[in-house]
């Protein structure tokens, strides 16, 4: 929304100055304000996230959340897409579940890949375990702890511990979904690294379905970025029901969503 909104006042600005502009350069001067203006948009919305991340408190179990800054974090990982030069699409949507909370697994091939899950399925209120070096990015942790995303440290059971109880505990008031990349770590190869069977453990813990998903062509991001435009896409594979999910040990929880991801990536697997 944020990103259609910029784009109206910065082709306002231009169609007025080019207006103004009695001259035969009045296209080229009004595209030009055009792009100074949009310019200008993202650089007071970034001025923004900033000096107000500052001023965030982290959150608080009791306190309702705001609707306000999960509309600032979706509509800003909508701009960070658009200043890589990257189109995200989402494919089977329709599979998610409805008025129910889910744990959202996905392949991790980019560090946008979090960020193209946000802006595509805004809505859907998905808090993602995160590495702790997430959290000391400027203005973007504080935001990220004050509505409420999570990080693990695999290195420590108990804190890892910690975090899947408090994950599965804010999957059950019904408010948020969780998401995790059960892999830990981006694949440098495309091909699906092991599975960390703990995570799994959220949707038991918190009786509800595990949705399993893919990505694909983020990992061209890293090497174009921003002066080529590249394509990635988020596909919905497969729901396992919240039955299921209760009645399977974590491995073997872990193992079914694996399997389900490599039949649909089966060029990469053979690489």
């Known amino acids: 929304m944020l990103k259609r909104i910029y784009l109206a006042l910065s082709l306002l600005a231009g169609l007025l100055a080019g207006a103004l ?10 595209l030009g304000i055009a792009v100074l203006a949009y310019l200008a948009c993202l650089l007071l919305h970034v001025i923004y996230v900033v000096v107000t991340g500052y001023f965030l408190k982290p959150y608080e179990e009791k306190r309702t ?26 494919v089977g949507e329709e599979k998610l579940p409805e008025n129910e909370r889910f744990l959202f ?8 890949d979090p960020v193209a899950a946000l802006a595509h399925l805004k809505g859907r209120n998905i808090l993602f375990i995160c590495k702790p070096a997430v ?13 409420g995303f999570q ?18 505990e804010r ?24 599975f960390h069977d703990g995570v799994f453990k959220i949707a038991q813990k918190a009786n509800v379905p595990v949705v399993v998903a893919v990505v694909r062509g983020s990992e061209a991001i890293r090497l174009r970025a921003p ?17 299921e999910v209760k009645a399977l040990r974590s491995h073997e929880l872990a193992d079914r969503a694996r399997a389900i991801m490599v039949e649909a990536l089966p060029e990469e697997q053979e690489a």
């Open 21 to 30: 502009c009695y001259t035969g350069w009045a296209r080229l001067w009004g």
């Open 65 to 90: 959340r705001s609707g306000f800054l999960w509309f600032i974090v979706e509509e800003s990982c909508d701009l960070i897409l658009s200043l890589c030069n990257v189109s995200a699409g989402i």
């Open 105 to 112: 697994v996905c392949n991790h091939r980019s560090s946008l």
């Open 135 to 147: 959290f000391k990015i400027p203005a973007v942790g504080p935001y990220l702890r004050r509505c």
């Open 151 to 168: 990080t693990i440290d695999r290195e420590n059971a108990r804190n890892a511990l910690a975090t899947i109880k408090g994950a599965a």
């Open 171 to 194: 999957l059950e008031t019904g408010e948020y979904s969780i998401g995790v990349f059960p892999e830990g770590t981006r694949t440098k190869t495309g091909r699906l690294l092991p």
């Open 227 to 243: 002066l080529l435009h590249t394509e990635m896409k988020i596909e919905i594979l497969d729901v396992i029901p919240a039955q």
